[in-house]
């Protein structure tokens, strides 16, 4: 199967759903559904066909490829797999929506775009791809209009200046070599002067960083998250946010190459690990940030922010468990924050919209996919044994610990500790507690929606079982960049310096479950007791107020809250108004006599004249 | 061989967790010159709470109590007692460190689906205490790894066999100190007793439960407490050649702390997190920073 | 341990454990609880008996009804009663739960505690000083002893009457019976 078929599948698809849609809606979801099942298959055919390269079109005498890596194919997988199980969990969140075949036709050109931009060999179709990508996603996250516009304007804000730095970096190196192909490049570049790749590194890795929401170039992404519609926004949190990991591969390993990159600059100024320090700190400010959030999309927002950071930390490193544990973490968050903010989606479906934190609760009886959705989601996010998150953690932990950065190592673990309290408190305010009074006859989540939350909750625990199974396609990725591979068994990873075993925990936890599950049976059986019947020392409960939420871990935030704003959001608002100042100065010259106008010419004569008598400049 | 061992752990466990129960409050009685219940206590307390009959709020309420409590048993197969450690090759202190949180968040979604808020208070002041001694702990536990360059608990006890107590070793001393400053927070004694705080929020995330949810509750406190000293003894104390000293080396941790817990009441959520960011944090950064620069001084 | 109760503990683990494990609800009613506190503290140590105080009924098998009790209160304990799991005891302290005492011929209190829930034993006195709770609690061994203690099993089976009793106190209950009323329970 060619490459090109690939793509002209995934963008006529999407742009036949869109005419469908006119026809009948049925007949537009089916397709819909059809069209990213099929590019599933369709990527999942390529395993295994690496180094294909097609040429598919000359533009201005360059000659745009097409081509798959192992990282292609990983990503390209992640990305056609997440994007199906979205379009079949849209289904009945949109259905009764406005502009609904306009909502398809962008979803499936975003999931055609981040396959374009994965499959691409050059840098112009990169680049091509990637602007599709960012404004398509500016059309979705303004879907919902009103504030969401205001959402959109900062992302597109953002992401146009991150694909300038791009194209400045692309236009050089056009400029240099002559060429844009990736692989002629990486031939090419690595003779180049430190200073030139630094440059590189820097341009481009702006442009990527921006995309990957590292800190300080982080604060487009929470109020997009929100304010897209939630189906989106587990498209935009799982894969296209990403695309940023994918760049920074792209430019560090493939391009430049390891060995360059991890040898630039001197001492604690080396550019990996400066990198890398930025890594840790993306993880551990928007951490605890979360913790502050009422709103559930808000706060796995934030934690979509910290754990970019895991991946940043883990690629930037460059070890070979570092860029195993990068890569896995990649596909691990995208897996579990998809579900997370499907079970946030199903949850809003039933309440009307509903994402405060503070007036839900008690849902766990009415909704119970949904409710195993949160709680393998965030169980992955965590990183508890036995789930995905932590095999990948786990990879970076171990690096950081024995190649002696043990400070990078503790903003790394302190991060999975705020991330508990967060998650903690979503669970709890939206599942657990007490049900309020109206959401009383609340109806379980359509099967549409139950079915992508299983498969996602069953994959969490199947990579966190037998991480084997994605760690052996990591490994030739990581072995393409020329690192050494790791030693992967199906159940974990062997090494001298201490390996991990992932059925033997789950058989231990498994059997403790049992034999433990077995003596309360074995007990006298126990009654159960309604909401209602819970110790209020004596008193009879209040029906809809009695559970704790407001301000949750209320003592903590009086202690952490004045250290806890986003200073960079607030910076960037300042940094707007006095722009819009300046502006407004430079307006009030604009007066409309015509007078002013041939006096400000004269000025300037008389400037220039002065300048030439005085310097003599030109 | 591997399965005895994995039979015996959580059973030598369960013994010396709640031997140690019964003597903290025997003890107890005796610090407050009283007669004290007899030793056994604790055991004829789980025999009775077996025989209730108690409610149940649904299933994750049982589950989690389950998943804690297997949790706790799992970490214990990690932790080499004297020389049995069945499992600590499969991924040594960092899979001990996240098998810590089973034991937390079981019991935070048991309590979260009984409905009660005196729950949702315990459990947010268990978590934000976690975060409170995991800062110390976590940088501790650091700079034993970078220490010993491994991330195995066994090597780290094995290494300390034959240098000496890591206590008492030259770039140790301060994460040593650190770690028993933060240890009654670990073990959940006073002054650190907020998760309970029976008086305050009817004991916490324990309100509701009775009969045999309250015993396996118990049993999980027990080996909580087992592992929190089992820990100290092994990372610091050098661990121990057989069961007997490594038992003995424990009972004198606990009676210590038993005597701080006796003397001293209640802090407020807030200030245990004040302190336990402050001194301790202190104590550990320090203690981390030495390790790294006697590291690399011995190394140029 | 003598070998007499060595065989016991072997035959009826479940009976001894109660007898020895007394865990009371920290509840309460009336004046009676100011004898509480010195009791279960260092002056006469209630826990040398396995008695012991605890904060919710959840955790509880006996239930101190220190003093009077106002309509008020028997609602909550009442409720309280309900929510302890079974087997449980209850203990009337003071006069004034067994006949009204000197509240005799209050509007407000109600006179006999028996009739709203099944009482094991009483401990008569204005108020009674804290050895009359141990001698209490030896009688209650006795009694669990003897199979006598079985006013949870009382309440089981007449629990109609007593409703309708609670329900003539205090008007409607706002919570819903914890047994199938008029069935067999
Ligand atoms: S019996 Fe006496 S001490 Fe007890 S409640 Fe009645 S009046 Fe008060």
């Known amino acids: 199967m060619s490459l090109e078929l690939l793509l002209a599948a995934a963008f006529g698809g999407s742009l036949l759903t869109y005419l469908l849609g006119k026809i009948s809606s049925g007949l537009r979801d089916g397709f819909a559904v059809f069209v990213s099942v099929i590019l599933v298959a369709m990527i999942a055919g390529l395993y295994g066909k690496i180094g294909a390269v097609t040429s598919y079109y000359h533009f201005m005498g360059l000659e745009l490829t097409l081509r798959i890596s192992p990282l292609s194919w990983f990503f390209a997988m992640a990305v056609s797999t997440l994007g199906a199980l979205s379009v079949i969990f849209s289904l009945s969140y949109m259905r009764d929506r406005e502009r609904t075949d306009f909502y398809y036709l962008m979803m499936l050109l975003i999931n055609a775009s981040m396959l374009g931009i994965v499959f691409s060999g050059d840098l112009v179709s990169f680049f091509i791809f990637w602007e599709m990508m960012s404004w398509s996603t500016f059309l979705l996250i303004s879907y919902n209009r009103g504030s969401a516009l205001a959402a959109g304007m900062k992302y597109i804000v953002f992401s146009i200046i991150g694909s300038m730095a791009m194209l400045i970096g692309m236009l050089s190196l056009y400029a240099v070599y002559q060429t844009v192909n990736i692989y002629m490049l990486s031939n090419l570049v690595s003779s180049a002067s430190p200073g030139y790749l630094l440059f590189l590194l820097i341009v481009f890795g702006t442009a990527f960083a921006i995309k990957n929401a590292i800190m300080p170039l982080h604060t487009w992404l929470p109020d997009a998250y929100a304010e897209a519609p939630s189906p989106f926004t587990a498209v935009l949190s799982g894969m296209l946010t990403r695309m940023g990991v994918y760049g920074f591969l792209m430019i560090m390993y493939v391009i430049i190459g390891s060995v360059q990159t991890l040898n630039m600059g001197y001492g604690l100024l080396k550019f990996n690990y400066i990198l890398a320090w930025l890594g840790a700190v993306t993880i551990v400010i928007p951490t605890f940030i979360a913790m502050l959030q009422n709103d559930a999309k808000k706060l796995l927002a934030w934690h979509g922010i910290g754990q970019g950071g895991y991946m940043v930390l883990g690629i930037a490193y460059g070890t070979n468990l570092g860029l195993a544990g990068g890569i896995f973490h990649t596909l691990n968050h995208a897996i579990y924050i998809v579900l997370l903010f499907m079970s946030v989606a199903a949850v809003q479906y039933r309440t009307g919209g509903e994402r405060d934190l503070n007036s839900m609760g008690g849902l766990i009886k009415k909704m119970p996919i949904a409710f195993i959705g949160a709680l393998f989601g965030i169980s992955g996010l965590i990183g508890l044994p036995l789930t995905n998150g932590f095999v990948s953690k786990w990879l970076i932990y171990k690096t950081l610990i024995l190649n002696g950065s043990p400070f990078l190592a503790f903003t790394a673990l302190i991060g999975t500790w705020g991330t508990i309290l967060s998650v903690y408190k979503f669970l709890h305010n939206l599942f657990l507690g007490q049900l309020p009074e109206k959401y009383k006859d609340i109806k379980k989540s359509p099967v549409n929606m139950q079915i992508p939350i299983v498969i996602l909750s069953l994959t969490i625990l199947l990579f966190g079982i037998l991480p084997g199974l994605p760690l052996k396609v990591i490994n030739s990725i990581i072995a393409s960049f020329g690192f050494k591979s790791l030693n992967v068994t199906l159940w974990g990873i062997v090494s001298e310096t201490g390996s991990l075993n992932t059925i033997n925990l789950f058989a231990a936890i498994l059997t403790g479950c049992v034999i433990i599950w077995l003596i309360l049976k074995t007990g006298p059986k126990s009654v159960s007791a309604s909401q209602e019947n819970t110790y209020a020392a004596g008193a009879s409960i209040p029906e809809g107020k009695y559970h704790y939420t407001v301000d949750f871990y209320n003592p903590f935030y009086r202690m952490i809250k004045p250290y806890l704003k986003d200073f960079m959001d607030i910076f960037y608002f300042k940094l707007a108004g006095w722009t819009q100042t300046l502006c407004n100065i430079v307006r009030k010259t604009y007066t409309g006599y015509v007078g002013h106008y041939v006096t400000y010419i004269v000025l300037f004569l008389a400037v220039l004249i002065f300048m030439q008598l005085k310097w003599s400049l030109w | ?300 | 341990m003598d070998r007499n109760q060595l065989n016991k503990w072997l035959k009826t683990p479940a009976k001894m454990g109660h007898k020895y494990s007394l865990h009371a609800v920290y509840f309460c009613t009336g004046c009676g609880i100011i004898e509480v506190p010195p009791s279960i503290t260092a002056r006469w140590d209630a826990e040398r008996f396995g008695v012991l105080p605890v904060a919710t009924p959840r955790q509880a098998n006996l239930f101190l009804i220190t003093g009077y009790v106002s309509v008020k209160t028997l609602r909550a304990i009442i409720r309280t009663y309900e929510q302890m799991p079974e087997p449980k005891f209850t203990v009337g302290f003071g006069s004034c739960p067994i006949n009204g005492g000197m509240y005799w011929d209050s509007y407000n209190t109600i006179k006999h505690l028996d009739k709203y829930i099944p009482v094991d034993g009483w401990i008569a006195g204005c108020m009674p000083r804290p050895e009359a709770i141990f001698v209490a609690v030896t009688h209650l061994w006795t009694l669990i002893d003897k199979d006598m203690a079985d006013g949870y099993k009382r309440y089981r089976k007449n629990y109609q009457a007593y409703r309708e009793n609670q329900e003539r106190a205090l008007g409607k209950l706002e919570w819903p019976p914890l047994f199938s009323i008029g069935g067999k329970g």
């Open chain 2, 1 to 300: 061989m591997q399965i005895i061992a994995m039979i015996l752990s959580p059973i030598l466990a369960l013994i010396i967790g709640i031997f140690f129960l019964g003597l903290s409050r025997k003890m107890m009685a005796r610090i407050h010159w009283r007669y004290g219940p007899p030793w056994t206590q604790p055991i004829i307390d789980i025999i009775r709470l077996f025989s209730q009959k108690s409610v149940t709020h649904g299933h994750l309420f049982n589950l989690g109590l389950i998943l804690s409590l297997a949790g706790s048993i799992v970490v214990i197969l990690f932790i080499p007692v004297g020389r049995i450690h069945p499992l600590s090759d499969s991924g040594g202190m960092l899979v001990i460190l996240y098998m810590l949180l089973l034991a937390p968040l079981g019991l935070a979604l048991s309590g979260g689906e009984a409905a009660n808020p005196n729950t949702s208070i315990g459990i947010s002041r268990q978590l934000i205490l976690a975060l409170g001694y995991e800062v110390p702990l976590l940088l501790i536990l650091l700079a034993l790894m970078t220490h010993y360059e491994t991330i195995s608990i066994v090597e780290i006890v094995f290494r300390q066999q034959y240098a000496g107590w890591a206590l008492l070793s030259s770039p140790l001393v301060l994460s040593g100190i650190g770690y028993i400053s933060i240890m009654p927070a670990i073990l959940g004694i006073r002054p650190f007793e907020v998760v309970q705080a029976p008086q305050e929020i009817s004991s916490g995330p324990m309100v509701e439960y009775g009969g045999p949810y309250l015993a396996l509750a118990t049993i999980q406190h027990a080996l909580n407490l087992f592992i929190g000293i089992a820990l100290f003894v092994n990372l610091f104390l050098g661990g121990a050649g057989n069961p007997l000293f490594f038992f003995i080396k424990m009972l004198v941790v606990f009676v210590l702390g038993i005597f701080i817990n006796a003397a001293l009441p209640r802090l407020r959520i807030e200030q245990a997190v004040q302190y336990l960011w402050r001194w301790p944090t202190l104590l550990a950064l320090v203690g981390l920073i030495v390790v790294i620069v006697m590291k690399s001084v011995s190394a140029g």
